[in-house]
């Protein structure tokens, strides 16, 4: 098994090569063919039946690897070694442009036993699947020093003695590189100096070919040497990867420029010092600008402290986190960040579940509650219980999908892929077309006048040259490739520290363009959970003496309303008597005998079966009296319709003789569920649709609570999806709002799923396009902006990029842009300024809703 590439870039098709020992006929061959080529993705399927392999030509961004290896073995062909592959990520920090993964990603397709490999300079890891048997760790990590970059050691148990990643930006300006661009710049000044200041000491050190090379060009051509060094270095192993990339072309410019001034006889070593020393400083600014970008995941991953302590045989031992076993209980002290994900086996404290959920207010906990690696133990003392591993824990989780999520190419980036591709070719034709054709085609000097200057066109080589060189600075398309991966990783990992997780670029993108929304009732506008609304005494009661008489009744069921009632009770720190005779029945409530008497709590149909009692009437202050009645229907009648008309289940207390009272739960909506709606309104969306399999009376009151524009009520999973589905086509785009689990179909149908509440809960995470980690409601309107800016500032990128080129580049031919402009502005300026634009999504933060 190998793999190589059709082109050096990585968004275009990729090759895959499997060995299919069983392959030993055309028929075999052609069957083959015909299941794989049935995936949607495969460009091409080339078999040679001589050597038993299969070439498959297919698009990552589409189809993986092993959907390819499956359809071969279910045309009943075995695929060699599959079983054994490994993969491995390379951190290689100094890959921060297209132009650098394809030189990477060129280096590894010439190691055997490769079968897939992806570079991402904007994390600048490189992630390789490759078969032992055939290569090596060691194979891979000379691959890429062997395409010049380094490779950073990634195995360390992340001590408090490891570099500290903030020092990353002292690193990039104290760099060897950057030191040498230093000296190279600090020589090109000695040099102008000697040329235009101190001319006397400007002297003919030696004459070569018929000409002279003064003390000012001996200092120019160090600067261009040591300035340029590692450019010089990657243009070699450019040209050695035959990758046609912007170290190559920088290379041929500087080589160019010290040898036309040796054929010209018009020295252009300060032109060849410029570029060196400028694209030098360009590289470093990209770097730092790229690792900015990083800094953010790199926070991210920091989370997690690197050691826990943990109690073992009655001692307290210091270990690394990734020594934790499940089952070890980990001591935490106020401040400290719990290490691993577990349960708290002991204490009680509040805990900043912000890094995890986005949470704005500390939760408490206490014994059996469940905490997340990362968050922040504020005041008490906690021993935890560990019930997953460091690399299992939710922030792990959270920290994979991230990064995984920047392997989903957007349709922007798909977009400057293609134009990037065509562009630098294109514009290094244009360069040379410049450098050669004026000066065959013009004879002494054409003036010509425009705004205002005049313009000289010279037929000499040397200012043609020149000109053409600073057209090849600016075919380097970096700016422009780098311009939506950063965007994207940038909003992504924003997103993801502010307790929403993204699970790749188009969903970020897709998002902003929805024109309806879909949610869920349970869980989602609601809690998900019920709670006592409203307790109404009859006369002579109080509200005390019902919720103790119900509470007593319920404390031997197990529904969830007898746990509402319950939980009010013990907030209220309401006394219980025991009963006798408990007896469930079945979809109408519970009887018990209390103090000698029969007591009943459930719906007030089960009161009507009673027959004849003294029901309940409403009073003027809003009580209940007790009234002589015949009809269950007219007992019942005053505030429990009032409250079933809001939505709320009604439950009666009380004998056969009298009523007790009323207790009313319902699960509540949520606080900010209005200011959501109308906030979602705010920023463009057309209409907020409440889906749900409540009774349409309880849907009615919910969605009139929370401001949606619709209601759609007693709906079967099939039913959401197919509304969803019809919102999609009105309204050209929907998003779902689900749990994750139950909404499973109406989240695959949206244009985008968002599971809601997925801490913790792999199926929600799995599942779904986006998770909103904790249960705030105010994180759709954030996702929303979110979404709407990062397109907007992809767009902005894009177009700045280009449109810039493209003005630089008119400009060269008049002589109004030199190499120095092309450099400063055309790609140092503009990879800055895409990655300073795209920086800008980090500073949106949620609304916090009162």
Not at 21 to 45: Q, R, T
Not at 274 to 285: I, K
Not at 646 to 662: A, F, H, N, P, W
Request: net charge negative; aromatic share 4%; with cysteine.
């Amino acid at each position: 098994m190998s793999a190589d590439a059709s082109g050096s870039d990585d968004s275009e098709s990729r090759a895959v090569t499997l060995d299919v020992p069983g392959m030993d006929c055309p028929s075999c061959a052609e069957k083959i063919v015909d299941s794989v080529s049935k995936l949607d993705g495969v460009v091409a399927v080339e078999p040679q039946v001589m050597t038993g392999t299969v070439r498959i030509e297919h698009r990552p961004e589409t189809v993986e690897a092993d959907a390819l290896v499956e359809r071969v073995r279910a045309a009943g062909y075995d695929v060699d070694g599959r079983d054994d592959l490994r993969t491995e990520r390379l951190d290689v920090p100094g890959m921060d442009c297209a132009s650098c993964a394809g030189k990477i990603g060129n280096a590894l397709d010439g190691v055997e036993g490769i079968v897939e490999r992806e570079t991402l300079p904007t994390t600048g890891t490189v992630i390789v699947t490759f078969d032992p048997e055939r290569t090596s760790h060691g194979d891979l990590v000379a691959a890429v020093e062997g395409a010049g970059y380094e490779v950073e050691d990634t195995g360390t148990d992340g001590g408090e003695d490891d570099p500290v990643e903030e020092s990353r930006v002292r690193e990039v300006w104290l760099s060897p590189r950057a030191l040498e661009t230093w000296v190279g710049g600090g020589l090109l000044l000695v040099g102008l100096a000697l040329e235009f200041l101190l001319t006397g000491l400007d002297v003919t050190l030696v004459s070569l070919v018929g000409r002279e090379f003064g003390t000012a060009e001996s200092f120019y051509f160090a600067g261009a040497a040591i300035g340029g060094e590692r450019i010089l270095r990657n243009g070699y192993y450019s040209a050695r990867t035959r990758s046609l990339d912007i170290d190559l072309l920088m290379s041929l410019g500087i080589v160019g420029a010290i040898a036309a001034s040796v054929v010209f006889g018009e020295a252009l070593y300060l032109e060849a010092g410029m570029l060196a020393v400028l694209f030098s400083v360009a590289e470093l600014m990209e770097e730092y600008a790229m690792d900015r970008a990083r800094s953010s995941l790199r926070e991210l991953m920091d989370l997690s402290p690197t050691t826990a302590t943990v109690r073992r045989d009655g001692e307290e031992t210091t270990v690394p986190v990734g020594q934790l076993r499940v089952g070890d209980r980990v001591v935490v002290r106020p401040g400290d960040r719990i290490p691993a994900d577990g349960t708290v086996a002991e204490g009680e404290s509040a805990v900043n579940q912000a890094p995890i959920t986005g949470e704005s207010v500390p939760a408490d906990k206490t014994d059996g509650d469940e905490v997340y690696a990362g968050t922040i133990n504020e005041e008490g003392y906690l021993e935890v219980e560990v019930t997953a591993a460091a690399e299992d824990s939710t922030l792990a989780r959270i920290v994979e999908l991230v990064e995984d999520a920047q392997r989903d190419r957007t349709e922007h980036e798909q977009f400057v892929d293609r134009f990037a591709g065509q562009y630098t070719p294109v514009v290094v034709a244009l360069a040379v077309l410049v450098a050669a054709v004026p000066p065959l085609l013009i004879d002494g000097a054409v003036s010509m006048r425009l705004g205002g200057r005049t313009l000289v066109f010279a037929g000499d080589w040397a200012t043609w040259f020149k000109r053409g060189l600073a057209l090849l600075v600016l075919s380097c398309p970096c700016a422009l490739v780098i311009s939506t991966p950063v965007s994207v990783v940038s909003g992504i990992t924003s997103a993801a520290k502010n307790g929403v997780l993204i699970k790749g670029g188009t969903h970020l993108e897709s998002v902003g363009t929805v024109g309806a929304v879909a949610v869920d009732k349970t869980g989602t506008l609601t809690h998900g959970r019920l709670t006592v609304t409203d307790v109404v005494p009859a006369e002579g009661e109080s509200r005390a003496s019902v919720l103790s008489v119900a509470a007593s009744l319920e404390a031997r069921s197990e529904h969830p309303i007898a746990e509402a009632i319950m939980d009010t009770a013990e907030e209220e720190a309401i006394e219980t008597e025991g009963v006798s005779g408990f007896e469930s029945l079945t979809g109408k409530g519970v009887r018990a005998e209390l103090d000698g008497e029969t007591y009943f709590a459930g719906k007030p149909a089960l009161f009507e079966e009673l027959g004849s009692f003294e029901g309940a009437r409403t009073l003027p202050d809003g009580g209940v009296t007790a009234a002589g009645s015949d009809s269950a229907d007219d007992a019942a009648g005053g505030p429990i319709e009032d409250l079933q008309a809001d939505g709320k289940t009604v439950v009666l207390v009380g004998t056969e003789e009298r009523i007790v009272g009323v207790v009313a739960v319902a699960d509540e909506v949520r606080p900010e569920a209005t200011q959501t709606v109308d906030r979602l309104h705010d920023l463009g969306v057309e209409r907020v649709v409440m889906v749900t399999g409540d009774n349409e009376m309880t849907a009615r009151a919910v969605g009139e609570t929370a401001g949606v524009d619709e209601v759609r009520a007693e709906l079967l999973p099939e039913g959401k999806a197919e509304t969803v589905a019809a919102l999609d086509e009105e309204f050209g785009g929907v998003m779902m709002v689900g749990d994750g689990v139950n909404d499973a179909p109406a989240l695959a149908t949206a244009t985008v799923g968002i599971a809601m509440g997925a801490a913790g809960t792999d199926t929600a995470v799995e599942s779904a396009d986006v998770a909103l980690m904790g249960d705030e409601l105010s994180k759709l309107p954030y996702l929303y902006a979110l979404s709407g800016k990062a397109n907007g500032v992809i767009r902005e990128n894009i177009w700045a990029s280009i449109g810039l080129k493209a003005l630089l580049a008119l400009g060269v031919p008049f002589g109004l842009v030199n190499v120095a402009v092309a450099v400063v502005v055309g790609d140092m300026g503009m990879s800055l300024g895409v990655t300073t634009n795209a920086l800008r999504l980090a500073r949106i933060r949620p609304e916090r809703f009162e």
